[in-house]
């Protein structure tokens, strides 16, 4: 049998529903942290309306990045250059048969992660804290 905890319900009026439209219940030592999950979510949603044309602009720099950057290790592959110790490390020799596309991708968030935070070590490829 199972012990059975204290619940108050959070939300608005009737409290918050799920997908199935059931109102969902949460343990009394959670209302306070899940109203302040809630004032952090909606201060969240203005600022993000408030800036949106900031993010934006942040979206497509990225997308530039990475753009230009897998263009790059595309041409160093096609052209058989030696990557740095730090691919063969991390990603292997040569690409997986299939699954090429992935492998690229991935090479490129590293090269995109080296470029943003100016990871310089020639042997490790992500310097994390």
């Known amino acids: 049998m199972r012990a059975r905890l204290p619940v108050a319900v959070v939300g608005g009026g009737d409290g918050d529903e799920d997908a199935r439209g059931d109102v969902q219940e949460q ?11 809630r004032a952090a979510l909606a201060q969240d949603d203005t600022l993000r309306q408030a800036k949106a044309s900031l993010i934006e602009q942040g ?8 753009w230009l950057l897998h263009g790059r290790l595309a041409d160093a592959i096609r ?7 730090r691919f063969v490390t991390v990603l292997g020799p040569l690409p997986p048969e299939h699954k090429t596309q992935e492998r ?9 992660y080296r470029v943003t935070y100016g990871i310089t070590d020639q042997v490790v490829a992500l310097d994390l804290p």
Do not use: Y
């Open 27 to 37: 343990p009394a030592p959670l209302v306070g942290p899940a109203h302040a999950a």
């Open 59 to 66: 979206d497509k720099a990225e997308r530039k990045l990475n």
């Open 104 to 112: 690229m991708d991935l090479a490129t968030q590293v090269l995109a």
């Open 79 to 85: 052209d058989r250059a030696l990557l740095p110790i």
